[in-house]
T-cell receptor, first 116, second 109 residues
């Protein structure tokens, strides 16, 4: 089991460029999440997908779009990157789904994004 | 609103010392996890502990859901324990984890 994988590991963009961050999990989890972490700060939720076919906004969704491509994959797109989006982006997954009873959440290794 | 508060925010220890990190939360808990973010930025799962006590080597954790807190104990600390420790909880009817702001632990040789 690879767990949660993310690509790329590092990326540098110029202001206004677009890109898609990829995330995949092989644990048959229902729920997937995208977070950002700014220097010296905790994690803030951007978007999440409680189950295949659904997506919902988190705390900081502006400037981002997501796609739950299938049960395994959840991508995050920046349409027009801005310097304020310089951050480390983490994907996570959890068995979750329809049940409100929690299950352990696992994180990917992160993507370090710099927008010039 | 729903809150998860961690204390202390910063902790500096000498190698070999013991420590206790605290996490208070504001609602009934369905899931509580402790994570270690190492100096390379990786988030490592330490414990999934919505209630009770668990131990893993030098680390142990206790959650008292009725009193709305969880504790992480680190015994005989090592320099490799340095990093940020996050508590995260699935509270009330929420569908996503609420993270605390973390405890920055530095273990000196």
């Amino acid at each position: 089991n690879a767990g949660v994988t993310q690509t790329p590991k590092f990326q540098v963009l110029k202001t206004g460029q677009s890109m898609t961050l990829q995330c995949a999990q092989d644990m048959n989890h229902n729920s997937m999440y995208w977070y950002r972490q700014d220097p010296g700060m905790g994690l803030r939720l951007i978007y999440y997908s409680a189950s295949e076919g659904t997506t919902d906004k988190g705390e900081v969704p502006n400037g981002y779009n997501v796609s739950r491509l299938n049960k395994r994959e959840f991508s995050l797109r920046l349409e027009s990157a801005a310097p304020s989006q310089t951050s480390v982006y983490f994907c996570a997954s959890r068995k979750g789904g329809g049940s409100l009873l929690g299950n352990e959440q696992f994180f990917g290794p992160g993507t370090r994004l710099t927008v010039l | 609103g729903i809150q998860v508060e961690q204390s202390p925010p910063d902790l500096i220890l000498q190698e070999g010392a013991n420590s206790t990190l605290r996490c208070n939360f504001s609602d009934s808990v369905n899931n509580l996890q402790w994570f270690h973010q190492n100096p390379w930025g990786q988030l490592i799962n330490l414990f999934y502990i919505p209630s009770g006590t668990k131990q893993n080597g030098r680390l142990s954790a206790t959650t008292v859901a009725t009193e709305r807190y969880s504790l992480l104990y680190i015994s005989s600390s090592q320099t490799t324990d340095s990093g940020v420790y996050f508590c995260a909880a699935l509270l009330g009817s929420a569908r996503q984890l609420t993270f605390g702001s973390g405890t920055q632990l530095t273990v000196l040789p």
